[in-house]
C-alpha cells in the first residue's frame, strides 16, 4: 500500500507570492490533517478535511487555507508569504477522524526569502 | 491549548528506562504519542481513549490519568532505535488534536 505522498517536497518562494502544496492520502482514508513544523514548536494543527469539508482549524490566520477534494486528495494555499511561513508542512491521512492512527508524509520544506 | 510535555531532551545509556509525560490544561478525550526520527516524518505510538482503552503497536506502555489531564509514555529498556522526538498530541471537547512541543530522546550505545 503506497503511503501519503507529499509534492513538491522543497520549494523557495519570495515574500508576497503564495504557494500551493499538495497532500495525496493513503488509499481508503478520508481524514487528511494539516500541520506546520518549526524548529521548537512541534506540530503546529493548520486544518482538518474530512469528506471534502473543514472540520476543524487551528490558529492561524487566514492567509492559510485548504481543500479537499472528491478523491480525499488535499491542497493547501498560503496567500502572501511571510519569511515566518518558513517551514516543514506535513500532510497526515487516517481512516477516520480523530480517534484513529494518523500517517504522515515526508512534509514540504517551504523556504520563504 | 497545546500540552506541556517533559522533560524536554533526555539522555539514556541503552538499556535504561525513560518517562515522557504529557499535560494539558483542559479535560482530554484522547491522548496521542508519535514518535519522529531526524529526517523523517513521525509515526504513530500509541492513542489512549478516555475510559482506559488503548491502541498501539509498539512495545512501549503508557497511562492516561482523566483527573489530572495527564498522560505518560512509558520507554523501558531503551534501545538505540528508540532514539528520537516524542509527541503528544491531546483531543478535548473541541475534537482537534493538537501537538506538544516534543521531547527528544537521545539513546548512547
Known amino acids: 500500500k503506497a503511503g501519503v505522498t507529499q509534492t513538491p517536497r522543497y520549494l523557495i518562494k519570495t515574500r508576497g507570492q503564495q504557494v500551493t502544496l499538495s497532500c495525496s492520502p493513503i488509499s481508503g482514508h478520508r481524514s487528511v490533517s494539516w500541520y506546520q513544523q518549526t524548529p521548537g514548536q512541534g506540530l503546529q494543527f493548520l486544518f482538518e478535511y474530512f469528506s471534502e469539508t473543514q472540520r476543524n482549524k487551528g490558529n492561524f490566520p487566514g492567509r492559510f487555507s485548504g481543500r479537499q477534494f472528491s478523491n480525499s486528495r488535499s491542497e493547501m494555499n498560503v496567500s502572501t508569504l511571510e519569511l515566518g511561513d518558513s517551514a516543514l508542512y506535513l500532510c497526515?491521512?487516517?481512516?477516520?477522524?480523530?480517534?484513529?492512527?494518523?500517517?504522515f508524509g515526508p512534509g514540504t520544506r517551504l523556504t520563504v526569502t | 491549548q497545546q500540552p506541556v510535555q517533559s522533560p524536554q531532551a533526555v539522555i539514556l545509556r541503552e538499556g535504561e528506562d525513560a518517562v515522557i509525560n504529557c499535560s494539558s490544561s483542559?479535560?482530554?478525550?484522547?491522548v496521542h504519542w508519535y514518535r519522529q526520527k531526524h529526517g523523517e516524518a513521525p509515526v504513530f505510538l500509541m492513542i489512549l481513549l478516555k475510559g482506559g482503552e488503548q491502541k498501539g503497536h509498539e512495545k512501549i506502555s503508557a497511562s492516561f490519568n482523566e483527573k489530572k489531564q495527564q498522560s505518560s509514555l512509558y520507554l523501558t529498556a531503551s534501545q538505540l532505535s528508540y532514539s528520537g522526538t516524542y509527541f503528544c498530541g491531546t483531543m478535548n471537547r473541541d475534537d482537534k488534536i493538537i501537538f506538544g512541543k516534543g521531547t527528544r530522546l537521545h539513546i548512547l550505545p
Open positions: 483542559k479535560a482530554l478525550y484522547s
Open positions: 497526515a491521512s487516517s481512516i477516520d477522524r480523530n480517534l484513529y492512527e494518523q500517517y
